[in-house]
């Protein structure tokens, strides 16, 4: 299927790994032009490697910062001062009890999850409205709607994307600039794999699995972790000018955890 993103310029953060490279590469296979993004020279080129590796005519190039920080921010909104789409991927996770979370754990948090997009929105958005299209995408997570025990601070963030994205999408109201948030299940990314690692006791990845369903995520329909490659089909529709009617919406791509039609 055409999405029809052969002369769109797409921004997706932190997506050196996992769902931002695979959101990166499903872009570019549409033939979208995509700004990569790490915190790295060294992991920045290692995933363009693998993004023109999979994609040989693929327009892309990276940015290395931390765009949770406003400086880095700043660099990379000089450096490329107008996008069609931008994804909001960059995000953190940790388990740890409630009791053990500190302040500035909570700030790290918001800073990283929520922060990060909402800079990015700030600059990009009047452009888009000025052009009259554009596609703003935040990665969010069915922990927002269902938080997690055992990362309570992550959850409050994934939440907190979810209402940045209805708010800016009324912003949009009556323009062809939409935006969106979408909500990954349990995703298998190397992220998660150091996840199960910590929580498992070392036991192999299928018992995890299959425990893990049975006990931490007992909703869920998939019964298994989804692939980044599942999130990103979903993310590249989003962007697409295809998704025209979608907007405000907060999309789920999350194996059937939430247990809810709506």
Request: charged fraction near 20%; aromatic fraction near 6%.
């Given at each position: 299927?055409?999405?029809k993103l052969a002369d769109k310029t797409a921004l997706v953060t932190g997506s050196a790994k996992g769902?931002?490279?695979?959101?990166?590469?499903t872009l570019a296979r549409e033939g979208a032009k995509v700004i990569l993004n790490g915190r790295t020279e060294q992991s920045v080129s290692a995933a363009l490697a693998e993004v023109r590796a999979a994609v040989p005519k693929a327009k892309v190039e990276g940015f290395v910062g931390d765009l949770s920080t406003a400086a880095a921010a700043d660099a990379l909104v000089n450096k490329f001062p107008a996008v069609d789409?931008?994804?909001?991927n960059l995000g953190i996770f940790e388990p740890k009890p409630f009791e053990e979370i500190p302040d500035d754990d909570w700030r790290r948090f918001f800073e990283v999850n929520v922060l990060s997009g909402v800079r990015l929105s700030r600059h990009y958005l009047p452009g888009?409205?000025?052009r009259n299209w554009g596609r703003i995408v935040f990665i969010?997570?069915?922990?927002?709607?269902?938080i997690p025990k055992e990362m309570i601070h992550y959850g409050m963030t994934k939440t907190a994307q979810l209402a940045v994205s209805r708010g800016l999408a009324e912003l949009c109201a009556g323009t062809n600039v939409t935006v969106n948030a979408v909500l990954p299940g349990p995703t298998r990314t190397a992220g998660v794999d150091e996840f199960v690692t910590q929580l498992s006791g070392g036991k192999p990845f299928a018992a995890f699995e299959k425990e893990?369903?049975?006990t931490a995520r007992p909703t869920s329909l998939l019964r298994r972790f989804a692939t980044a490659d599942e999130v990103a089909?979903?993310?590249a529709y989003v962007c697409s000018p295809l998704a025209s009617a979608t907007n405000g919406a907060a999309l789920?791509?999350?194996?059937g955890v939430v247990k809810s039609c709506f």
């Open positions: 299927m055409d999405l769902i931002g490279l695979a959101i990166v590469t789409i931008l994804v909001n888009m409205k000025g969010s997570s069915e922990s927002g709607v269902q893990f369903f049975e089909t979903l993310v789920r791509v999350d194996g």
